[in-house]
């Protein structure tokens, strides 16, 4: 077992609760960034689990965090947000103040969750911080100082999962409608996998000063009909996909965030959003890991999908 010290930001979210429980189990000591009150299962650990609370804009807790970490796991993140800027104060100034206070603190590893988004920075305020984040880390962090990993996944689904909610929730249908092309690509990972991705790089020295992009080992990722085909399968009845124009979604996006901006909150829906969901190529394709055998993804979308499924069903969310 080992006693390691992992910081993490971003424990409390959707693939944070997941980690947090999987370095516990494997004998780590974890530290997190908290700014509100962290679940249940996570206060029930409290000899395993050390809580510091404090945003991503807070220096001395984030001194406190890293301060004899061997290990950082950076998650935090703004996932939706008004504007650029919203984004960037906390995707890149967030990962700038994070990774300067882990390399004050020489910190022996930090890694850093990105997206497959980051790869399309074009497309997106959400995906131009997540790439610009990247460049702070690598700027800031010359290799021999704080050796850093970055890890771009492809959508991650799982238990928890409010984000991809709606359309696994659309393939439970007989006819499931859907934000997308019917030609579009897109690799997808299991929440399970990823966590045991990301534990397997603690201490990892192979992969040092990569961007690695990893993925549910379905070669060349899937597409809207194969995923209807096996959401078919796994619930019993055919599921036939109803690709949603891209002019209708476009105007709904353009509609919420109008009425967003008029009551200051989040768009559920922003024009961004709808550039992602259109593009045409999400497959991973720098998936080294995988390749060099360090790391094997073991859920495909059906066992996956049926396991998310009944899970949401059991929290009565579907
Ligand atoms: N889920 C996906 O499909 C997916 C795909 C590719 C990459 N990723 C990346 O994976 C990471 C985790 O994603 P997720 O789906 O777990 O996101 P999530 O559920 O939205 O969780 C986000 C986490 O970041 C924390 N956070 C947000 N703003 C913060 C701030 N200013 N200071 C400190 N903490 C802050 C949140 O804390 P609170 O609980 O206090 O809000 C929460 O713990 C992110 O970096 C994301 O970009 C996710």
Redesign the pocket.
């Known amino acids: 077992m080992s006693e390691s010290v992992v910081a993490i930001?971003?424990?409390?979210?959707?693939?944070?609760t997941h980690l947090v429980k999987r370095l516990v189990a494997e004998g780590h000591k974890v530290r997190l960034?908290?700014?509100?009150k962290a679940p249940d299962c996570q206060l029930s650990h409290r000899n395993e689990i050390e809580l510091v609370h404090g945003?991503?804009?807070n220096l001395s807790a984030l001194r406190k965090l890293t301060n004899g970490a061997n290990t950082v796991i950076h998650?935090?993140?703004?996932?939706s947000a008004k504007d650029r800027d919203e984004f960037d104060a906390?995707n890149v100034d967030?990962t700038r103040n994070l990774a300067a206070t882990a390399k004050a603190a020489e910190v022996g590893q930090f890694i850093f969750?990105?997206?497959?988004?980051a790869r399309e920075a074009h497309l997106s305020a959400y995906a131009a911080s997540?790439k610009q984040a990247e460049q702070e880390l690598i700027n800031l962090t010359k290799f021999s100082e704080m050796p850093w990993v970055i890890v771009r996944?492809?959508?991650?689904?799982g238990p928890g999962?409010k984000?991809?909610l709606p359309l696994l929730q659309a393939l439970t249908q007989k006819f499931a409608v859907l934000p997308g092309r019917a030609e579009a690509r897109f690799s997808l990972i299991y929440v399970d996998d990823l966590v045991d991705a990301i534990s397997g790089l603690i201490g990892d020295e192979e992969t040092l000063g990569q961007t690695v992009e990893l993925d549910d080992g379905t070669p060349g990722g899937y597409d809207w009909p194969s995923l209807a085909k096996i959401a078919g399968e796994v619930g019993g009845q055919q599921v036939r996909p109803v690709f949603l124009p891209r002019t209708v979604a476009s105007a709904a996006a353009g509609a919420m965030e109008l009425g967003a901006k008029i009551v200051d909150k989040t768009p559920a829906l922003a024009r961004d959003k709808v550039h992602e969901l259109y593009h045409i190529n999400w497959v991973c394709q720098n998936t080294r890991l995988q390749t060099a055998g360090t790391w094997a993804p073991k859920t495909r979308f059906s066992e996956g999908f049926r396991k998310t499924v009944a899970w949401y069903r059991s929290e009565g969310w579907l």
Do not use: E, N
Not at 33 to 36: H, K, P, Q, T, W
């Open positions: 930001t971003g424990g409390t979210g959707f693939v944070g960034l908290v700014r509100s945003d991503l804009d998650l935090a993140s703004k996932i906390v967030g969750i990105s997206s497959l988004a997540k996944p492809p959508a991650v689904y999962d984000a991809t």
